[in-house]
Nanobody, 125 residues
Framework: QVQLVESGGGLVQAGGSLRLSCAAS????????MAWFRQAPGKEREFLAVLNWSGSNTAYADSVKGRFTISRENAKNTVYLQMNSLQPDDTAVYYC??????????????????WGQGTQVTVSS
């Protein structure tokens, strides 16, 4: 089973961009579909984006479609989330998650096997 560590969060002004990274340990990263979620204070964990083992198939939440892009580099055991046009409503703790299974694009938290510890993203107005 892989272990996940996110990085790249921080403080950004509205309209700015950030790229989050999620580094996976272990030799089975390419067997996992990977996703990004976020959780704001007092709210449920929200699905953002998911991609299959090769990155050939993706799915996005409507709230981030066209602004966020998920990608992966299996040679580096890393998945990314490029976030553009950030707004204060995007402020949250961002988590990466993995599901053992190459093709299925799960979108609910309970379907994922492993989680990172989260990275804070704060967008100022």
């Amino acid at each position: 089973q892989v272990q996940l560590v996110e990085s790249g969060g921080g403080l950004v002004q509205a309209g700015g961009s950030l790229r989050l990274s999620c580094a996976a340990s272990g030799q089975t990263f390419s067997a996992y579909a990977m996703a990004w979620f976020r959780q704001a204070p007092g709210k449920e964990r929200e699905f953002l984006a998911v991609l299959n083992w090769s990155g050939s198939n993706t799915a996005y939440a409507d709230s981030v479609k066209g602004r966020f892009t998920i990608s992966r580099e299996n040679a580096k055991n890393t998945v990314y989330l490029q976030m553009n046009s950030l707004q204060p409503d995007d402020t949250a703790v961002y988590y990466c998650a993995g599901r053992n299974g190459r093709w299925y694009l799960a979108q609910t938290p309970g379907e994922f096997d492993v989680w990172g510890q989260g990275t804070q993203v704060t967008v100022s107005s």
